[in-house]
């Protein structure tokens, strides 16, 4: 079955960046996009942008153009989403999501909090 | 961008009530519709996919229904695991957008 597994909960002073994995299993990593979704608390979530696993393109969702970036390791199934510039708005759950046959799929999530 | 305008906000229902939820897309998201149903401090689960595909091992009282721009979530008779927020979500283009949520509550 579709799995995406995320990496642990992070702690990031303002102005630094974090870095969030996300593995896939149980469908064929390269052929399918992965997005990243973020949700603050008590908001509803918010896109981040996609990218093509098998050839790394990217499109960017313009609120986060110029301080996000994805990137992939297909020899690990893994992709990784850096947001830097991290000020407290950023303190959210960061998730990332395929479409696998029309059905979308979700990692468990991971809480960024950012503090000064 | 496509705006998902969702109703009501809030709801308030008892066990084994019937409970339907509106999304509405700003233009026409064919069948393009997710449903979630999040518990505080976790992930969205899905429940619905391509507006009206039951997600595995989710119970058949829930159902969802529409294309286009108009789509309906309903619980048949509302269980005790049931009070949550649900969302709906567009993923025919992009960027994907989301409803404001709906809570179900006593």
């Known amino acids: 079955q579709v799995q995406l597994v995320q990496s642990g909960a992070e702690v990031k002073k303002t102005g630094t960046s974090v870095k969030v994995s996300c593995k896939g299993s149980?469908?064929?990593?390269?052929?399918?996009?992965i997005h990243w979704v973020r949700q603050g608390p008590g908001q509803r979530p918010e896109w981040m942008g996609w990218m093509n696993a098998g050839n790394g393109n990217t499109m960017y969702s313009q609120k986060f153009q110029g301080r996000v970036n994805f990137s992939r390791e297909t020899s690990a199934n893994t992709a990784y989403m850096v947001l830097s510039s991290l000020t407290s708005e950023d303190t959210a759950v960061y998730f990332c999501a395929v479409v696998v046959v029309a059905t979308p799929y979700w990692g468990q999530g991971t809480l960024v909090t950012v503090s000064s | 961008d496509i705006q998902m305008t969702q109703s009501p906000s809030t709801l308030s229902a008892s066990v084994g009530d019937r409970v339907i939820i509106t999304c509405r897309a700003s233009q026409s998201i064919t069948r393009w519709l997710a449903w979630y149903q999040q518990e505080p401090g976790k992930a969205p689960k899905l429940l619905i996919s391509k507006a009206s595909a039951l997600a595995g091992g989710v119970p058949s009282r829930f159902s969802g229904s529409g294309s286009g721009t108009d789509f309906t979530l309903t619980i048949s008779s509302l269980q005790p695991g049931d009070f949550a927020t649900y969302y709906c979500?567009?993923?025919?283009?992009?960027?994907?957008?989301f409803g404001r949520g709906t809570k179900v509550e006593v």
């Open positions: 979500q567009q993923y025919n283009s992009y960027p994907w957008t």
């Open positions: 149980g469908y064929r990593f390269n052929e399918y996009a």
